[in-house]
């Protein structure tokens, strides 16, 4: 009985891991393939009958990336949808039938190999940009956007909590999909709608995580501080994270067990965290020795998800999230030393959302945009000093930065060092700038 369960269970995910479903829910969402008439081999090769989807990592920068064919140089640099609806060489000719088809390049080009990828038709541009904006809440700009805006205007307790968790769930999934190694969906017959993190693994899908984590954890830690009802709080949840994993399967980057499995694995690292937040935020605050402990748990973790066999997308965003988590624990640290953290007393609770007025909303926006063009101008001004740095500390030409990335003594430090002091920034500089400009 239990063999039958087992082999039913490896039988579903076999089933659940295979390209052909995306590619079938990408056509049934209006996304056309341009395919060479000659089939070619796949991207990332065929897979192992009894390990679906394995893979080396690909090295170097000269691998082609896009949808069955290597990146052509001579196609247009400018990504998204062109409005032109002539299908392109080789491709089908249904734009001719279809006068609402586009032609569309993938969104961003491969951050590894810096290739723009094949074109393809869209059939369907509300799907296409309804899950652009999906695929975008699991993506960086969205969350130096997302979490000040938060931290600044809302609640900053929920903000340094939800950092927090966010960190160690892309640590943990980034960690894991490098010790599982599975390729994503093959391509043909799957139509790469975003190359960016196409050389990286994919099981299981961190904008899945990410998407799932951030939106639930939200409403764990809102729901009875703040008032509002319970299922408005679990649609909106709900909502948010089926919309961010979909479309990852639109995009062609995660087969639908992928997208599963990040969605359950995010619920899981969320049903641990639940009961020790407080407790961590407490340390964080309170003990003498939490910016040794911070530092020194965020770098040996670095280190040890690191150990890898080449660069990739995932070791940087790893890094990333570790140093933005350090940065923001750090901050938190030193406001609550200095006096300057000032979270609302308990007996004001549940909080409720004052009335919008036009005063409220012109202080909002000048927070927002005045904390974020310092948060931009830190990252962009740590980068142009940090990686220049790290190639002379380590004897590497700086003249090509792609290359020079590829390099875990330099990226490591780099998204370390960079989003470190951003996350600190974000919770302690751009507050105190806030006081002095009478804008708190």
Not at 266 to 292: E, V
Not at 377 to 396: D, E, N
Request: with cysteine; aromatic share 12%.
């Amino acid at each position: 009985m239990e063999n039958d369960f087992v082999k039913t269970f490896v039988q579903l995910c076999k089933n659940l891991q295979d390209p052909c479903h995306v590619a079938r829910f990408q056509k049934l969402c209006g996304v056309q393939g341009t395919f060479p008439d000659k089939p070619t081999k796949p991207e990332s090769g065929p897979s192992e009958p009894d390990c679906p989807g394995l893979r080396k990592r690909v090295q170097g920068s000269d691998v082609g990336v896009g949808n069955g064919a290597a990146g052509d140089a001579t196609a247009p640099q400018v990504n998204g949808v062109q409005g032109d609806s002539s299908a392109g060489p080789g491709g089908p000719s249904e734009a001719a039938v279809d006068p609402d088809a586009a032609r569309a390049k993938p969104l961003r080009r491969n951050s590894l190999t810096g290739d723009v990828g094949q074109e393809f038709l869209i059939h369907n541009k509300f799907l296409f940009y309804l899950f652009t904006f999906g695929t975008e809440l699991g993506n960086e700009m969205f969350f130096i956007i997302f979490f000040p805006f938060l931290f600044w205007n809302i609640d900053a307790l929920v903000s340094r909590r939800l950092i927090v968790v966010w960190a160690w769930n892309l640590f943990v999934g980034q960690s894991t999909k490098d010790m599982v190694r599975w390729s994503r969906p093959a391509s043909p017959p799957v139509v790469k709608v975003e190359v960016f993190y196409n050389s990286e693994y994919s099981m299981p899908s961190t904008h899945a995580m990410t998407g799932t984590a951030i939106p639930f954890c939200v409403f764990m830690l809102t729901y009875g501080r703040w008032q509002y009802p319970f299922l408005f709080g679990l649609c909106v949840a709900l909502g948010w994270s089926v919309l961010v994993c979909v479309s990852r399967v639109y995009m062609g980057m995660h087969s639908i067990l992928e997208v599963i499995t990040g969605f359950l694995y995010s619920l899981l690292i969320l049903a641990f965290f639940q009961p020790i937040l407080d407790k961590i935020d407490s340390f964080y605050m309170m003990n003498h020795f939490a910016p040794l402990v911070i530092i020194m748990s965020h770098v040996s973790l670095g280190l040890v998800a690191f150990t890898l066999d080449s660069w990739s997308t995932s070791r940087g965003d790893t890094a990333q999230a570790l140093g933005t988590g350090a940065g923001a624990a750090l901050a938190t640290h030193v406001n609550y030393q200095l006096g300057l953290l000032l979270d609302p007393p308990l007996s004001s609770l549940p909080l409720t959302l004052p009335p919008i007025s036009t005063s409220l909303v012109v202080l909002s926006l000048l927070r927002f945009v005045i904390g974020v063009a310092v948060l931009l101008f830190t990252r962009m001004a740590m980068k142009a000093v940090t990686i220049p740095f790290l190639c002379r500390l380590c004897g590497l030409p700086s003249d090509d930065v792609r290359r020079a990335r590829q390099h875990m003594k330099v990226e490591l430090p780099y998204r370390y060092i960079v989003y470190s002091v951003v996350g600190f920034s974000c919770v302690c500089v751009v507050p105190l700038l806030f006081r002095i400009l009478n804008l708190a």
